[in-house]
């Protein structure tokens, strides 16, 4: 073929990551870099994701491009296997898979995040996502009031 | 990394996304008081969205001491909550989250128990028009034909209609008829007489139904809220800001219907149930007629017609029909056999059609069709299951939603509550006897497995409703 097979990408901590072109294309972000400049053997930096994060979400892209054959149940085992990870790593992927515009990556990723705040209630989910209630004194009697039943 | 982590700021797209995810209405509210931008989102998401419309819906009930229940029929579950009830209120209906309510002097009320806001609509003045005309019908039954003609006039001034039903083709004039309307004896037996009889009339002139376009806390200045009233089951609407309502009929009903043996079934009356369907509100009657009514937002507009079904439904499948129209002859036949019908939207987003059945007081089969529109040809065509759907019926606006998104959600099934009035079938009292379960369309059998226990069946008696976080 005439266009290069491979692709480098750069991570925001330096990092250079040697991908199939192929495997690259998953990522609208990076197919729109390639249209607009066609970069031959030049280096695609990836400013907003760092190399731990970037190795994650390219193995996803990887799994994603060859098993395109593999059955329903075995693909979904893997992703599910995927996402279980630590909160802060599920932020970082979801950062990454919405900058890169991974659009199947991210539907798995807030599929996740949702299905942790079953059943939660809002403390928990504070809890466990590390978040301040920035609520008023005033705005939280308010809507206890209004749906207080939901929180027990 | 993780003191990074800013989970109360994602990009709200992201946020959009994730709540796309969280089905069960409690964990959408959970979600909403997390924190002030989550809230926001939530708000927003619940806007743009009709979420609403695909929940499954809590059955609600109302304690005597003022508390709530919200019974989760798919989770098994029971929440609780404050709910303070407006006195002398009665309980129409419930429609994106809330309740429509009649007083006493018909002032139709929204009242949105979780929020606790009421929005107080004006009277439905033909409703009050029959009330007082059903409780002084003997009086008027007295009266000679010309002071019945002069008694028309004076109600007709005072409700300020112009045409009332009755037409002076319709009498023959009796001028020796002139006795005195009967004197004030016997009052202690007359005043009992009078509360049953109140009681009677309450149970007629009523609203039946009443369906929202969109919530009115969400549009304040945007929602038209439709009704079936009174005894002929006609239509009306109101559009917030209106100073009046609109009814879909030029004749007052009343003297109609108590003066001719048998009022022609012509026009737009005897309806069954209420949807807004694509931006139009639908209204059906037991056999299929169906009305669509445009309304425009700036009001400028309104058109209503009747969607041409042929052969009251049947045109397209009359064969498969046969075993309901069985039933209907035989409803007429047997007075213990109630039929009523229901409109929803079905997941898919087809108008379905939803006949139902009763036995005394109990529910025994529904039948399901979908609008069809065969080149032009429009009918009702026979479904013979409702695949992943299971519909939620009863007082409420109709909603459907897709089983598997729920767990416990038993699909091709319809999970029903008796229309409050229905059970006002003769030979009974009513009220008492108050029927809900699940229907499967596939076994054609009802399994009743959520029955309330007596005491939760106060006003508002058990009625589906999508609780609102605003």
Not at chain 1, 112 to 128: L, N, V, W
Not at chain 2, 172 to 186: M, S
Not at chain 2, 222 to 229: A, T
Not at chain 2, 310 to 338: H, K, W, Y
């Amino acid at each position: 073929m005439a266009f290069t097979k491979k692709v480098t990408l750069k991570s925001s901590d330096g990092e250079l990551f040697i991908i199939d072109r192929a495997v690259a294309l998953q990522s609208r972000t990076i197919q729109y870099v390639l249209e607009d400049t066609n970069p031959v053997d030049a280096i695609i930096p990836v400013p907003a994701v760092d190399a731990r994060t970037l190795s994650k979400v390219l193995e996803y892209c990887k799994k994603h491009l060859i098993d395109l054959n593999t059955d329903f149940e075995d693909y979904s085992k893997w992703d599910k296997d995927f996402v279980d990870a630590e909160v802060w790593m599920l932020y970082d992927l979801i950062m990454a898979a919405d900058y890169l515009h991974i659009p199947p990556l991210i539907d798995l990723i807030c599929d996740k995040i949702a299905s942790m705040f079953k059943g939660q209630t809002p403390d928990k989910i504070r809890e466990i996502f590390n978040i301040d209630n920035d609520f008023s004194k005033e705005e939280e009697e308010d809507f206890k009031k209004k749906s207080g039943w939901a929180f027990k | 990394m993780e003191d990074d982590c800013e989970w109360a700021w994602l990009p709200k797209d992201l946020l959009h996304s994730i709540l796309d995810q969280l089905l069960p209405m409690e964990d959408v509210i959970r979600f909403s008081a997390v924190c002030t931008e989550w809230r926001s989102v939530a708000v927003e998401n619940f806007e743009s969205r009709s979420l609403h419309r695909r929940q499954v819906p809590f059955l609600m009930s109302r304690t005597k001491d003022d508390i709530g229940n919200l019974h989760s029929v798919t989770q098994k579950k029971m929440y609780k909550f404050r709910f303070p009830m407006p006195d002398n209120m009665k309980c129409c209906g419930s429609s994106l989250g809330w309740l429509i309510m009649v007083d006493v002097t018909m002032d139709v009320i929204l009242f949105n128990p979780f929020s606790g806001n009421a929005i107080t609509l004006p009277p439905i003045r033909r409703l009050v028009f029959e009330k007082r005309y059903a409780l002084e019908v003997e009086d008027i039954l007295r009266l000679s034909a010309l002071q019945r003609y002069e008694y028309e006039i004076r109600l007709r001034e005072e409700y300020g209609e112009e045409e009332l039903g009755m037409s002076l083709d319709d009498m023959t004039f009796d001028l020796e008829d002139d006795d005195e309307i009967q004197g004030e004896e016997e009052t202690d037996e007359k005043e009992e007489k009078e509360e049953e009889r109140e009681r009677e009339i309450g149970s007629v002139c009523r609203i039946r139904k009443g369906v929202l376009s969109a919530d009115p806390s969400v549009c304040p200045d945007d929602y038209v809220l439709m009704v079936i009233y009174g005894v002929e089951e006609r239509l009306a609407f109101i559009k917030s800001g209106d100073e009046d309502w609109t009814y879909i009929d030029n004749k007052t009903s009343g003297f109609d219907y108590l003066f001719k043996k048998s009022p022609p079934v012509k026009g737009f009356r005897y309806f069954e149930d209420i949807l807004y369907w694509k931006s139009q509100f639908y209204a059906v009657d037991g056999l299929g007629k169906l009305l669509s009514c445009e309304i425009n937002t700036n009001f400028t507009n309104l058109r209503v017609k009747i969607v041409d079904v042929p052969m009251a439904g049947f045109g397209i499948d009359a064969t498969s029909s046969s075993t309901f129209f069985q039933q209907v002859v035989e409803s007429l036949r047997n007075i213990s056999i109630i039929w009523s019908a229901f409109l929803v939207e079905s997941v898919e987003g087809d108008l379905l059609w939803v006949p139902k059945f009763r036995f005394e007081f109990l529910t025994m089969k529904f039948y399901v069709y979908q609008l069809v529109d065969n080149g032009g040809n429009v009918g009702w065509v026979k479904k013979e299951d409702l695949g992943d759907a299971a519909l939620f019926l009863g007082d409420n606006h109709s909603i459907s939603v897709r089983a598997s998104d729920f767990p416990g959600c038993q699909p091709n099934s319809i999970y029903f509550v008796d229309k409050e009035n229905e059970t006002n079938y003769p030979g009974h009292s009513g009220g008492d006897h108050f029927d809900m379960g699940v229907y499967n369309l596939e076994h054609k059998a009802v399994a009743r497995d959520y029955q309330l226990n007596p005491s939760q069946m106060l006003n508002p008696s058990s009625i589906w409703i999508l609780p609102t976080f605003m």
